[in-house]
């Protein structure tokens, strides 16, 4: 099955701060999606992306693929105590619905 | 926000006794998704629907069915609960883009 490390397990940032998150594949990645999840809450979807060297922004956040190396990248500029939580990286396999998540990495923004 | 809801949203049961999570959707949605959650090993997948009577299994399928009569009604069964099942259950929707999943909020099983 295909596998997803995400790093780091857990970060505490100083508001205003800038932040990276990775998500690395062990499998080819075929479409790979990033959430956040608010503690005791469903995820909500943030973006999509699909084709190497894709971008995309949401705000302050912006997500890239590095189809090369098998890994995506969650980028926040500016860090805001809204923007903690729980972010997940999960990737699709090809032809296949299922969707396969790694573990997350859990955010603290110190006001 | 997507109309999905799950019920019942905590439920505390007993080893051994049959228990059903229901997850209804008003988006008229193709696809639909049984999670589970859990410290150490994240969101995976158990069970998930492409059309109503159409069911498939994911990665944690053991001890867990479903049932999907109507488009709108994913129903989750652990036949006889154990205490491995304590868990918190997701539903999620998708149509068209597998991945772009809708989840509920969520229902939090505890299996004494």
């Known amino acids: 099955s295909q596998e997803l490390e995400q790093s780091p397990q857990s970060l505490i940032v100083q508001e205003g701060k800038n932040l990276t998150i990775n998500c690395t594949s062990s499998?080819?990645?075929?479409?790979l999606y990033w959430y956040k999840q608010k503690y005791g809450e469903g995820l909500i979807f943030l973006m999509m992306?699909?084709?190497?060297?894709e971008e995309k922004s949401h705000e302050k956040i912006t997500a890239k693929l590095d189809e090369k190396k098998q890994q995506s990248s969650l980028h926040i500029t500016a860090s805001q105590p809204s923007h903690a939580g729980i972010y997940l990286c999960?990737?699709?396999?090809?032809?296949?619905?299922?969707?396969?998540f790694g573990k997350g990495t859990k955010l603290s923004v110190i006001p | 926000d997507a109309g999905i809801t799950q019920s019942p949203r905590h439920k505390v049961t007993e080893t051994g006794t049959p228990v059903t999570l229901r997850c209804h959707q008003t988006?008229?949605?193709?696809?639909m998704y049984w999670y589970r959650q859990d410290p150490g090993h994240g969101l995976r997948l158990i069970h998930y629907s492409y059309g109503v009577k159409d069911t498939d299994k994911g990665e944690v399928s053991d001890g867990y069915s479903v049932s999907r009569s109507k488009t709108e009604d994913f129903l989750l069964t652990l036949e006889s609960a154990t205490s491995s099942q304590t868990s918190v259950y997701f539903c999620?929707?998708?149509?068209?883009?597998?991945?772009?999943?809708?989840f509920g909020p969520g229902t939090r099983l505890t299996v004494l």
């Open positions: 992306l699909q084709k190497g060297g």
């Open positions: 499998k080819t990645l075929y479409g």
């Open positions: 988006e008229n949605h193709r696809y």
């Open positions: 999960g990737a699709d396999r090809a032809g296949s619905y299922q969707l396969t």
């Open positions: 999620a929707i998708s149509e068209g883009v597998p991945g772009e999943q809708f």
